[in-house]
């Protein structure tokens, strides 16, 4: 089978020099979705049309048993800056648009109408990688700002390059920080360092973050791309149901008692002791031999 320009692996996925248009640039190389923002102009600041790309991409992941592991990262110098301010009225306002951007909260819309837009935009997208079927990894390449902080830290693992800052810059602008930040900062730092990012609004270096467990590995610049796709395939070879299930534990972990986690946990068990990844793993074991799984 053939691959269309938008699936063709890049032998440096964090390298694409050329022109290209696309809002959202993909590959998938060796079971890796590559999943790549690409608005550098802005700082890779998301507008709905971007946010949607995401969004379909990781439903796609999840979907596809071709794909058993994502990278998401961007072109240029930053990561993402955070929702696009800038999206005109006309099209946030318009009803085939599943949320609208912020630039029109001041336009005189109906009480409900800012909370709706949160649900179908920025916490639409933190979900989708939340709630993705494979393992998720964030490469990021520079600055994550809001929004963009948000995307990078709701991946389940994030690379940093060493030049990457992390902002919570809601508390800047007098906004109350969206797109799931209240809900992410407090299980990864606690919540008395989740108040001081976001009452105060500093930007983390990338060493910070590594520091206060924002960041599992920070990189140097050249070697991010490198990282990311060793990791990610790595993953890629794993059990892939067995590290969907995984996943799914520990993200509802802290939202449950004991009894519901270890109830949670037994039936993770059950449903993956049915398959084909979890058989070979114990016969490969008993055969003295290293596993080959196949996502199945």
């Given at each position: 089978?053939?691959l269309s320009p938008r699936d063709k692996p890049r032998d440096?996925?964090?390298?694409?020099?050329?022109?290209?248009?696309?809002?959202?640039?993909?590959?998938?190389?060796?079971?890796?979705?590559?999943?790549?923002?690409?608005?550098?102009?802005?700082?890779?600041?998301?507008?709905?049309?971007?946010?949607?790309?995401?969004?379909?991409?990781?439903?796609?992941?999840?979907?596809?048993?071709g794909v058993r592991a994502v990278v998401i990262t961007a072109?240029?110098?930053?990561?993402?800056?955070?929702?696009?301010?800038?999206?005109?009225?006309?099209?946030?306002?318009?009803?085939?648009?599943?949320?609208?951007?912020?630039?029109?909260?001041?336009?005189?819309?109906?009480?409900?109408?800012?909370?709706?837009?949160?649900?179908?935009?920025?916490?639409?997208?933190?979900?989708?990688?939340?709630?993705?079927?494979?393992?998720?990894?964030?490469?990021?390449?520079?600055?994550?700002?809001?929004?963009?902080?948000?995307?990078?830290?709701?991946?389940?693992?994030?690379?940093?390059?060493?030049?990457?800052?992390?902002?919570?810059?809601?508390?800047?602008?007098?906004?109350?920080?969206?797109?799931?930040?209240?809900?992410?900062?407090?299980?990864?730092?606690?919540?008395?360092?989740?108040?001081?990012?976001?009452?105060?609004?500093?930007?983390?270096?990338?060493?910070?973050?590594?520091?206060?467990?924002?960041?599992?590995r920070v990189v140097a610049g050249a070697g991010l791309a490198?990282?990311?796709?060793?990791?990610?395939?790595?993953?890629?070879?794993?059990?892939?149901?067995?590290?969907?299930?995984?996943?799914?534990?520990?993200?509802?972990?802290?939202?449950?008692?004991?009894?519901?986690?270890?109830?949670?946990?037994?039936?993770?068990?059950?449903?993956?002791?049915?398959?084909?990844?979890?058989?070979?793993?114990?016969?490969?074991?008993?055969?003295?031999?290293?596993?080959?799984?196949?996502?199945?």
């Amino acid at each position: 089978m053939s691959l269309s320009p938008r699936d063709k692996p890049r032998d440096n996925p964090l390298d694409h020099s050329g022109p290209d248009d696309s809002v959202i640039l993909h590959t998938t190389d060796n079971g890796v979705s590559w999943i790549t923002l690409n608005r550098p102009e802005v700082m890779n600041a998301i507008a709905p049309e971007q946010r949607e790309c995401l969004i379909s991409e990781l439903l796609r992941a999840s979907a596809d048993p071709g794909v058993r592991a994502v990278v998401i990262t961007a072109t240029g110098a930053a990561f993402c800056a955070g929702a696009d301010l800038r999206a005109t009225p006309s099209s946030a306002m318009d009803p085939a648009v599943p949320g609208v951007s912020a630039a029109s909260v001041a336009s005189g819309r109906l009480p409900g109408d800012v909370a709706r837009t949160i649900r179908r935009g920025a916490q639409r997208l933190i979900a989708a990688v939340l709630d993705c079927e494979k393992p998720v990894i964030a490469a990021v390449n520079g600055t994550a700002a809001g929004l963009g902080a948000h995307l990078a830290l709701a991946c389940d693992l994030v690379l940093a390059a060493e030049s990457a800052t992390f902002v919570e810059v809601f508390v800047r602008r007098g906004l109350v920080a969206d797109g799931g930040g209240a809900y992410l900062l407090p299980r990864l730092v606690g919540p008395q360092r989740a108040k001081e990012l976001m009452f105060f609004g500093d930007a983390l270096t990338a060493a910070e973050a590594e520091r206060m467990g924002l960041v599992n590995r920070v990189v140097a610049g050249a070697g991010l791309a490198a990282t990311a796709r060793s990791w990610a395939e790595r993953l890629a070879t794993g059990p892939t149901r067995a590290l969907a299930l995984t996943k799914q534990l520990v993200n509802s972990s802290l939202d449950s008692d004991r009894t519901a986690a270890f109830a949670a946990e037994a039936a993770a068990q059950e449903i993956n002791m049915t398959t084909e990844d979890a058989q070979e793993g114990v016969n490969s074991f008993l055969e003295h031999r290293s596993p080959v799984y196949r996502g199945r």
